[in-house]
């Protein structure tokens, strides 16, 4: 699979950038990066099977985005570090594989943490009665009313903005069979935006999520499908199942203006070879094109550096 520094050619090299501390940083890690079920494997080894789960942090403050299988370690370390006594989970939506990982989430069960949920709209229920369902006997042995974290959810209006300490926030709503919110955050001028689970209109454009995506640092695209499979050329057509292309994913980003487009979501099919050949092809039209791994990293420096991606420790 091809070196991930490779793709941010455009980011400026300067031995001075390590005078930038981290709280001066935007910085998107990846605990979880596959759709619809994880996919565990020798196959999948590198770019990781666990379901979506992304964490930014910047000025001291940290936004969970989606509780998938990816959390339980995030959890933990959040643990082991002493920084879980307050959370923020935003969810894209409500759908298994973005939750599946909260009732694995160790700071759930710490006394004195302090976690807030949110959500856009969820079909009919409220966010608070979707978590606690997920957790009922016999399915799950804790019942979440028993958990011992002070748990807050919210549910977002169609288009919010609110901040969670120096990260700002704004939403959009997106094309899936069940309602999906995309999330914008920007830190000290630099931006990253989170837009999983969207289904494009073949030839069109969602100028919704070119409007929130304007000018982004990043742009984490659900990328589950290759073009082919959408149109049903290489099995049932993928029409209909609210998910999306890295052609899509290009228009957007090019549409948009953005600088780095990674590709999210996989298919709990693709092996890392098939991830990295649908990079390749992306690069093709889109240079700066990466694949979204686990326990990789985008930080996004201050001025005057660019973006940089580089693996985590």
């Avoid at 596959?34 to 930014?56: F, K, W």
């Avoid at 933990?76 to 920084?83: G, I, M, P, Q, R």
């Avoid at 979707?130 to 009922?136: G, Y």
């Avoid at 990253?192 to 030839?203: K, L, M, Q």
């Amino acid at each position: 699979m091809a070196n991930p520094t490779d793709s941010t050619k455009h980011a400026p090299r300067n031995d001075t950038r390590d005078r930038t501390t981290k709280d001066e940083a935007l910085e998107v890690r990846f605990w979880g990066v596959r759709g619809s079920l994880p996919s565990p494997g020798g196959e999948t080894a590198v770019v990781g099977g666990n379901t979506a789960c992304v964490e930014v942090t910047g000025g001291g403050a940290r936004i969970i985005l989606d509780a998938g299988s990816g959390i339980r370690a995030l959890g933990d370390e959040l643990v082991a570090k002493n920084e879980h006594q307050r959370v923020t989970i935003l969810l894209s939506h409500v759908h298994w594989d973005h939750v599946l990982g909260l009732p694995f989430f160790t700071p759930l069960y710490m006394t004195g943490s302090e976690i807030c949920l949110m959500s856009g709209a969820v079909g009919g229920m409220s966010l608070r009665d979707v978590l606690k369902a997920q957790m009922i006997k016999p399915l799950f042995p804790v019942p979440f009313e028993v958990v011992s974290s002070r748990v807050r959810t919210v549910e977002l209006p169609e288009r919010a903005r609110f901040a969670v300490g120096p990260l700002e926030v704004s939403t959009a709503v997106l094309n899936h069979p069940d309602p999906v919110v995309a999330y914008r955050i920007d830190f000290a001028g630099r931006s990253v935006v989170y837009a999983t689970d969207t289904e494009h209109e073949e030839g069109k454009v969602d100028q919704r999520l070119v409007e929130l995506a304007r000018g982004a640092d990043v742009l984490v695209y659900d990328a589950q499908y290759t073009p082919e499979e959408y149109r049903g050329e290489c099995g049932p057509t993928k029409r209909g199942w609210g998910h999306s292309t890295f052609e899509a994913g290009i228009r957007v980003a090019r549409d948009a203006g953005v600088k780095t487009l990674a590709l999210f979501h996989h298919d709990p099919r693709r092996s890392d070879d098939g991830v990295s050949e649908i990079v390749q092809r992306a690069r093709a039209s889109f240079p700066n094109t990466v694949a979204a791994r686990e326990r990789t990293s985008l930080r996004l420096e201050a001025e005057p550096f660019g973006p940089s991606y580089r693996t985590s420790s």
